[in-house]
């Protein structure tokens, strides 16, 4: 059996417990470094995308990889190759604000899973909306989930993080303290409130949105929706951010 970890490099212990899930799946374990040009809708983000191969290789065998895969684009996309469409979802919040991103995504995961011919492959929560679209393609490939893993203040671990200056780093954190506030809210009106409230004492972080939704569509979350997760996106320098968390509150 073979366990696919697809990244984008730039690895840290997010990705570290990617491979460490994967590989308590199986012993054979790819991890496939791409950086997909497909899913950016910004070229600067994409120039800009940290590109560290030497120290993936070493991060990702000492995690459990037996394999540390650079597809090629050609390799991906041959010509004529057709961009997929990730429906509905992928045009909300994150795909609302980077039109094509999901479809993108979409399209790299096929192109990775017809090559690799993994049975199961590993995605972080911290991406949800990424990993709830995953979740829903029609492939024979297990999905399964690993939880964010987070600096020992809270920030989620990201690869955009070493873009951050320190103090971009500290207005950073508002974001965890707005989710972890939130989390345990009696209703979502006023896990709502706290959202904002909390967001709006940094003004160095310029929000996209903050709200509560529904984890099987994303739709907005009511007192009665069963599983709701904070979701946040924005910016700090210029610096694109998102987190997530699963609501407690009932
Ligand atoms: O989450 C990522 O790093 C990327 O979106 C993925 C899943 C590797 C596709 O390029």
Redesign the pocket.
């Known amino acids: 059996m073979t366990v696919l970890v ?3 490099g730039a690895l840290h212990k997010g990705h570290q417990a990617l491979i460490k899930r994967a590989r308590t799946l199986d012993k054979d374990v790819i991890v496939s470094i ?1 950086i ?1 040009p497909l ?1 950016f809708e910004n070229k600067e983000d994409l120039e800009k995308y940290p590109r560290t191969p030497q120290r993936d290789i070493e991060i990702a065998t000492i995690a459990g990889a037996n394999e540390v895969w650079f597809p090629e684009y050609e390799d991906l996309y041959p010509e004529g190759f057709k961009t997929l469409s990730a429906g509905p979802l992928g045009n909300k919040f994150e795909g609302a604000s980077r039109p094509g991103h999901f479809d993108g ?1 979409v399209t ?2 096929d192109r990775l899973f017809a090559i690799a011919k993994p049975d199961k492959a590993v ?1 972080g929560e911290k ?1 949800f909306q ?1 990993l709830t679209i995953i979740k829903a393609m029609k492939s024979k490939v297990e999905i399964v989930a690993v939880p964010t893993v987070r600096e020992f203040d809270g920030l989620a671990m990201s690869s955009r993080n070493v873009r951050l200056s320190e103090r971009g780093r500290d207005i950073a954190l508002v974001i965890h303290r707005a989710l972890a506030a939130a989390k345990l809210a009696p209703t979502v009106e006023i896990a709502q409130e706290i959202l904002n409230s909390t967001l709006s004492t940094e003004p160095g972080f310029e929000k996209d949105y903050a709200t509560i939704i529904d984890e099987k569509d994303f739709s907005p979350a009511n007192d009665g929706t069963e599983n709701r997760r904070a979701i946040i996106a924005g910016w700090v320098e210029g610096v694109r951010l998102i987190d997530n968390m699963q609501m407690v509150g009932r």
């Open positions: 697809p990244t984008m791409f997909n899913q995504v790299v995961v995605f991406d990424q």
